[in-house]
Structure formats: C-alpha cells, structure tokens
C-alpha cells in the first residue's frame, strides 16, 4: 500500500489540498494521503543526512549521507578535499549537534570518499538501492545543505526527474571525472555536494556531486549529476578501511567500426588484456555483463570499477565467442593530491595520502565479528570440537566421473596447534581459526587490502601476514558476513590455490560451508557437494 501511495506522490508533489469548490471526499482523502506519505518519506530519511565543515569553522563545507548505524558515511572526493592533511572535519546532524567526523579512505578519481562520525548513539543509515534499476522520468529526492542554509543542521529538500542515464562528464579545473553518472533535473546547488539522491522508495541510488552552470556564475540551471550508488559500492570495502583506491583501466583502446560494432585497436604489452589473451581486431560483445554499445560507452562502463576488480569480458573473434576473465590495471592517482609541505610541517603530518592504520583495523574487526555472528552466537561455537560432513565429491567439469563416497570429520584444531602445510588441511585450520575470538587486528597480522567480487556478491579481502604462518587472504561477504573464499600459495608449488564457498548449512547450532570449489592455478579442480549434514557428537 505504502509503494502505490509513494508513486503517486511526485505525480501531485506541489499539488496543494483543495480547500473550495464541489467536495470530493474520496479525492480530498487521497490527496491527504499522499501529502502525509510524503512529509513521512523526508522525516524518516532526514536524520541520515550530513552537513560537513572543516573542524572549527562554518565556512565552506557540503553534505554527506550516513549508510551505516555505526556512523559510516559517504561525501564527494571535493568535499573533504582540505581535510586530508589531519583527515578531521566536523559533522553537523539534524538533532542540532555537531560530532568529530574522521576522514577514513578516499576515491579521488570518481569523487568519493567516506567517513566515520564519533557519537555514542546509533545512528540511522540510508538504505543503498540499485541504481541500475532507475529509468529516465523517474522520481528523485536531493538532500543536503546547499548555499549553506542548513543553521540548524536540517537539510533542504528537492526533488525532481531522471533526465539522463550513463552521463559522462569529463573532468575540468578542480572538477573529476564522473564517467556514468545520473542526470537529474532536481535542484542541486553549491553545498549540495556529497549528500543523497533518494528514489521514490526512500533507497541511496546516487551521491550528488556536479552540476551544469550558468556561464556568469555558480548557479544551477537544472542539470545536476550524481555518482551511482553501484558504483560507489564496488569502493565500500576500501574506502571503509581507509585506503586510497584507483580507478580501473584495460590497457587497450577500441573503436566503433559500424553501429553497436566495437574493435579493440590498440593493446598494451604488459596490460591486463594482454594478459587475458585480447587481441587486435577483436569485437567487444560484453564487459561485466552488459552489452557494450559504442567505443565511449566501453569507457564509461570501465570507468566505475576499482583496479584489481574481476571482471568478465565477452569478445568475438573469428565468429566465435569467448569470454576473458581479468583483472583489471589501476590508473595513477591524479596530481596535486597533496597539501603544501607548510601545511603538512604544520600539520606535523607526513603523508596525506597513507592508508588509515586505525580504519583498517576496525574493519577487520568489523569483519571478523559479522562472520562470527553469521556462523553463530559465540557461546554455541565455543562448544564446537568437530563437524561430521557427508557426502559426495565429484571432478569438476566432468560429469562422467563417477562420485566417490565422502564422509569426513574436521576437528578443531588446537589453539596452539602449528599451520599445516597440504592445501586441504591448512583450508580447514584457517576455516577454524576464524571461530576463535580476534583481539587485536594488528598484532595478529591482518588489515584488509580491498574489495573483490565473489559470485556476484561484494567481498572485503582481508590478508594476514604473520612470522611462521603461511600468508593467505579471505573474502567476507560485505552485506551478510559470510566467507565467500580462502587463497594461498601452495608450498609445493608455489600456485596459487583458491577454496570457493556457495553454500552454507546448519550444522547443530552453526553454520558451515555446504559446498566448495577449489581452484588451483585458476583451474578447477574439485566440488565438495555435501548431500547431507549430520551434526557432530557432544551437543555441538
């Protein structure tokens, strides 16, 4: 009912209630309805709204959004751009109060960047839509502090149409690179940067960041444009543990031929499309899964993904189709990113552009505990000892192969126990360690080192290094917790082995994965397919 009140809401946004002529008490009533809808839409998404400013001062400044009950946010590169040096700022909420706001990781290429409020109440986080599902025509809401109107720290409001998707605006002057974002014909002004553009279900779809002006001044002249809510997913993982990210780059050109008819023309040796085997005078059909419909639109596309992301490309050589996996090259971070050295010595700050030791930490932590609670409550997994698995294991990509019988019982290792050295036993040990209780992220030799993509689903990648323990790196799902992947290098051979987790099943009170590939090499190798889980002996 709510949905089918809300989409008729922008239909009569300024429509005032009728207060003379013939009565019509069911159309009063409806028009009622929609009005109170629309006053509760904007109450509700009010209090994730952000007004930033340098610390200490009012002067300057623009707006933010919070997705995260914790006090995660997100703002335009350009917003936060003088804080750098310190990474703090001041945070102006709707309750009236101003919090420390603490600059965590940056994107400056696509103009992003995030931050953390320090306030002891949870906040409320906007919740992230899908940009890929808007439409031109489509309603939106723009919030934030434009021209600085905001006194009290209570956003204005706008709203208005998608009027273009796709846009690439090229960067000029002070202005980035937004290389497919969304136009919007709702008002969005100077000090409007950084804060939300809302559809017309109250979800995040957009970070409002530029706009079209009029030639004699800052004013808009309905054309504002914002960084899709997709886009800017992709970057959580870093921005969260306070890494600076690059933008993607193919290391290869292309061409329009004919129409909707892409050639690659030009290639680098060492890039990553060489090494993906992408050849001269090959047809571009798909990246990442869309269908690619000009040479620019190609570009645009790239432009949204983070370096070192995986990426899927469908080209067409000789009339046969193909698809090359990547990982895609970053291109260099913009210049000019760093402060003076005065006001750096000033700052007593050596350099602004160093991942953020204390974010990183906490979102280690952040991971270990969503993945901990995902599993189950920890006075359940304390009592764990083993886990009886029955099944079957099949060769992957050969039907044929006849299963063979599998029944295993993995046992806990000692908390002391050394890391084994044979690729399936040192998989379970790490699977295990992760259900001991992490202290401190830092002594015991992880930090997150990105984001990744896993089955489709956004991952953070977290590493350990530590004396005497193999290096390996794991993959949490960003959204649920859940560990999607473990990676190493096997010691025999020094390839590179890769469990994959699809699946997970109630195992008495935890969960526990219910079926892995295994890769070795980027090869397949294996599927465990467990048939059947039969909870461990004890009262686990």
Known sequence: MMNAVLSLVWLVCAAPTPTSGPADPAGLARLRAIERARVEMV????????????????????????????GYGVTNFHVI??????????????????????????????????????????FYPAPLGDSDALRVGDWTLAMGNPFLLAEDFRPTVTCGIVSGLHRYQRGEGRALNYTDCIQ????????????????????????????????????NVGLGYAITINQIKRFIPSLRAGLITKHATLGATTRDKALRHVVVDQILNDSCAAKAGLKLGDRV?????????????????????????????????????????LRLDGIPLPRGLRPPKDVLAQLQVKDPLRPNPEANARAVMRAWDRYQ??????EAVSQVNEVRLTGERRRAGKPDDAPTSLDVVESRPA??????????????????????????????????????????DIVVVVERKVEGVPEYR??????????????????????????EYDDYRRVGAIRWPFKRRVLIGGEPLFLDEMTKVEPAAGGA
């Not at 609670?373 to 920890?378: E, S, Y």
């Not at 998989?427 to 489709?456: H, M, N, T």
């Not at 949490?476 to 390839?495: H, M, Q, T, V």
């Open 43 to 70: 109450q509700r998404l009010t209090p994730c709204v952000v007004c930033i400013f340098p610390r200490g001062s009012r002067a300057g400044g623009g707006s933010g959004v919070i997705i995260d009950s914790q």
């Open 285 to 325: 059909l798909r990246f990442g899964g869309v269908e690619v419909q000009s040479a620019n639109h190609l570009l645009t596309l790239l432009g949204t993904y983070p370096a070192e992301w995986p990426v899927t490309m469908t080209i067409e050589r000789e009339g046969k189709q193909r698809d090359l996996n």
């Open 81 to 122: 751009r003088g804080f750098i040096g310190d990474r703090r700022g001041d945070a102006g909420l709707p309750d009236g109060q101003v919090y420390p706001l603490e600059v965590l990781g940056f994107d400056p290429g696509g103009d992003v960047a995030m931050f953390k409020i320090d306030r002891e109440k949870p």
């Open 415 to 456: 908390a002391d126990a050394k890391a084994p050295e044979e690729p399936g036993e040192l998989e379970k040990w790490i699977r295990w360690s992760l259900l001991r209780p992490l202290e401190d992220a830092g002594k015991a030799g992880y930090r997150v080192v990105g984001g990744d993509e896993v089955g489709g």
């Open 184 to 219: 919007v014909d709702t008002s969005i002004n100077p000090g409007n940067s950084g804060g939300p553009l809302f559809d017309l279900r109250g979800d995040l779809v957009g970070i409002n960041g530029r706009i079209s002006i009029e030639e004699r001044g800052r004013v």
């Open 373 to 378: 609670r995902f599993v189950g409550r920890p």
């Open 474 to 499: 794991l993959f949490f799902d960003d959204d649920g917790g859940a560990l999607r992947a473990i990676e190493f290098d096997a010691k025999a051979d020094g390839r590179r082995v890769r469990y």
